[in-house]
């Protein structure tokens, strides 16, 4: 028995060389180490053994189990190899890929903040920057906005278990701005997002992006005011860009205005759009900042300023021509791959 166990390995083994594939490998592993395989009928043989040879044939039949089984998956890994090379060498791995690594863009967004930024630190701006959740005062009550503006309901603001919120608007970076400053001129403005507790809809989001300047000195007037955002305006949507500065309210500002742009869209007649609110800095504010920094130097009698905000996500709107701000937000790469 030990002999034909010695036979038995040495032929397994020479026939393992001679096989080139994986269907003859598993003919082979059935062939001897199946259930009716060569080396299983030799140690079915194992009862006939007398017994003080029964140890050392017992080793034996072990030791050419392990001997063919280690053989069979060596030559199995061989073959795995040679196809691997084979496959390897039709491949010229310096040939660039056919579908491209895309190199994607900034975001619609990104981009139009960026712009509005770089053009308006060109004209003397400084970034500011302040908290999302705001305490009231630096919301509502310091930019001269009382208890019973429709603006603190409950039903339009996000309010905190603690009584701060989440800022209905970027303004309120004017107050953290100028309460901190230790010098004139403020030149600021501050992007960043904004919270209302508006429906959602094709034009609201009750998160936003909101872009705030200000800018106070002893001597800023309302020409100031012109002049600085129908530059901006028009290195934004053109040098022939047509501005106007509608009357309007805001608790903030007096006097205050809207801003409309004439814009032509394609084919169509040209549309005054409202792009964003501005005016002087109500005097009331400078009192209020007064107070808390405790001293005189942005007394209401000495300074006077100008402030303005504006929606990015709006302006990025208008000039795109993108029909539904959830757009701006819903991440889909068909629409973000146009930008
Ligand atoms: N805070 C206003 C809003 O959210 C926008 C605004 C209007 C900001 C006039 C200003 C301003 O600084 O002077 O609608």
């Known amino acids: ?76 890994e061989a073959l795995q190899q040679a196809a691997d090379a084979k496959v390897a060498d039709g491949i010229d791995i310096t040939l660039p890929g056919r579908l491209g690594v895309g190199t994607g863009s900034l975001h619609p967004l990104t981009q139009i903040r960026d712009l509005a930024v770089r053009t308006l630190r060109r004209m003397g701006f400084a970034l500011a920057d302040g908290p999302e959740v705001e305490t009231e005062w630096h919301c509502f009550d310091a930019l001269n906005t009382p208890a019973d503006h429709p603006a603190r309901n409950e039903s339009d603001t996000f309010y905190l278990a603690d009584g701060r919120l989440l800022r209905t608007h970027t303004s309120s970076v004017q107050i953290r701005t100028m309460e901190s400053i230790k010098a004139l001129p403020v030149r600021i403005i501050a992007p960043g997002a904004a919270y209302r507790r508006d429906e959602i809809d094709a034009t609201h989001l009750s998160v936003f992006n909101q872009l705030e300047g200000l800018y106070v000195d002893t001597q800023v007037s309302l020409a100031d005011l012109k002049g600085t955002l129908e530059g901006f305006f028009r290195e934004i949507f053109g040098p022939k860009t047509v501005v106007r500065f509608r009357p309007h309210f ?51 009698d000495q300074v006077t300023g100008f402030a303005f905000g504006m929606g990015l996500d709006r302006l990025a709107m208008i000039l795109h021509g993108i029909s539904d701000i959830r757009h701006l937000i819903e991440n889909d790469t068909r629409f973000l791959a146009q930008f």
């Open 250 to 300: 805001f608790p903030f500002t007096e006097p205050s205005f809207e801003i409309d742009v004439k814009l032509e869209a394609k084919g169509k007649e040209a549309r005054w759009i409202e792009i964003a609110g501005c005016g002087m800095v109500d005097p009331a504010v400078f009192a209020a900042v007064s107070k808390t920094r405790g001293d005189d130097l942005l007394h209401p």
């Open 1 to 76: 028995m030990l002999t034909q166990l010695d036979q038995l390995r040495t032929q397994a083994l020479a026939e393992l060389e001679t096989l080139t594939d994986e269907t003859a490998l598993e003919t082979f592993r059935v062939a001897y180490l199946g259930k009716k395989g060569s080396l299983t009928a030799l140690s079915s043989g194992m009862k006939d053994v007398p017994g003080d040879q029964r140890k050392e044939v017992g080793a034996k039949l072990n030791e050419v189990r392990d001997a063919i089984t280690s053989g069979l998956t060596s030559r199995q």
